[in-house]
């Protein structure tokens, strides 16, 4: 029994480790989308078969092991979409595994009763050690009521009970610390994800991940026709307002640049910082025309927009803007950032604050 119970434990700890891999990049909750909540509650009911398979078996087709861990777990993290999801799945196999028998009858009442109660559990707005607690003593209870119905004999059942109440205690003891240890890690990991594709000042993308998505839409222009506009951005005698106010006033400006930007391009544009008082914009399905129009509304917004300083010293700025389309008139999508460029130069070397395509 102790070497089943070893099993169960092994099999939920390597479970836990590749679902929050799976889900490394968007955490475990239950606001994320219904497919990704679905496909978690898939895998924590694959991890409840898993268990029911190297559970204990008993006389009459009674099966003990920790499934009911899995499903609080589906629930806690994935809400009702994955519990309800986790307890089919577990119930079906129980059922086409073991056969239409009491003992099958009560597995589904106590997990039909369990899903309901660890969904309520889980939306109460208290603390997660009080949410674990509660669920595993009221699992606990349900569990006891269903070994007292179908076992007959009474030292027999009074062992299960004890040693299966005792097993779940200490086992759930150790997921709790496990799953905070592991959330911590993915955590972790999506602030360094973030960190390096982020621009520390300004919070837009930074270069890395302008040449991450631009080589993207490289690769994806090989398969579909889509036009892509790309802006080069440069403030205006950035390094005399470095010169004149310090730099901890230029990363004022600089912000407050970022800030416009991020307003007035479209959702699905990429705004990057790709150094100094150099800026970009990649507009996916932007033909010329929008493009331009987006550029000089970023161009007259950052003119008319007055940047005070920390010693309330309100300075104007300007902006350069160079604009790129392809795939007309840029032919070669290789060529789409140097055209970018040259513009960007024409622009700075005929007068400044203006838009200049290159055609």
């Not at 994800?193 to 270069?207: H, I, K, P, W």
């Not at 802006?231 to 005698?237: A, G, M, Q, R, V």
């Amino acid at each position: 029994m102790l070497k089943n119970y070893i099993t169960n434990a092994i099999v939920l700890v390597a479970f836990i480790s590749i679902i929050y891999q799976i889900f490394r990049s968007t955490g475990l909750n239950p606001s994320l989308a219904v497919r990704y909540r679905l496909l978690s509650g898939s895998i924590w009911g694959l991890m409840g078969v898993t268990l029911i398979i190297f559970g204990i078996d008993l006389p009459n087709n009674l099966v003990v092991d920790f499934r009911n861990l899995a499903i609080f777990l589906s629930a806690i993290s994935g809400g009702w979409a994955s519990a309800i999801l986790s307890a089919i799945i577990i119930s079906v196999f129980r059922l086409l595994y073991f056969g239409i028998n009491p003992p099958s009858i009560a597995t589904g009442i106590t997990i039909i009763i369990l899903v309901v109660v660890f969904c309520i559990i889980a939306g109460l707005k208290i603390k997660n050690r009080m949410k674990w607690l509660i669920s595993i003593g009221i699992s606990e209870i349900i569990s006891s009521i269903a070994f007292i119905t179908i076992i007959d004999d009474v030292n027999f059942r009074i062992n299960i009970i004890l040693s299966y109440c005792i097993s779940l205690s200490i086992m759930s003891f150790i997921l709790y610390y496990y799953v905070i240890y592991i959330e911590g890690l993915m955590e972790s990991f999506r602030s360094y994800m973030q960190e390096a594709n982020r621009d520390f000042l300004t919070g837009l993308s930074n270069v890395r991940h302008f040449d991450k998505v631009y080589n993207s839409i490289f690769d994806n222009t090989k398969f579909r026709y889509e036009v892509i506009s790309l802006l080069y951005i440069d403030i205006d005698y950035f390094k005399n307002v470095n010169d004149t106010y310090g730099h901890k006033e230029g990363d004022i400006v600089l912000k407050k640049v970022s800030e416009i930007l991020t307003e007035t391009c479209r959702n699905t544009d990429i705004v990057s910082r790709n150094g100094g008082e150099e800026f970009s914009v990649i507009l996916g399905d932007c033909p010329p025309q929008i493009a331009m129009e987006i550029a000089e509304r970023i161009r007259k917004t950052v003119e008319a927009t007055p940047i005070e300083l920390s010693n309330q010293t309100k300075i104007s700025i300007t902006l350069s803007i160079g604009v790129a389309s392809y795939p007309n008139p840029v032919r070669d999508f290789n060529m789409l950032m140097e055209r970018a460029d040259m513009a960007l130069y024409k622009a700075k070397h005929t007068g400044r604050n203006k838009v200049v395509f290159s055609s």
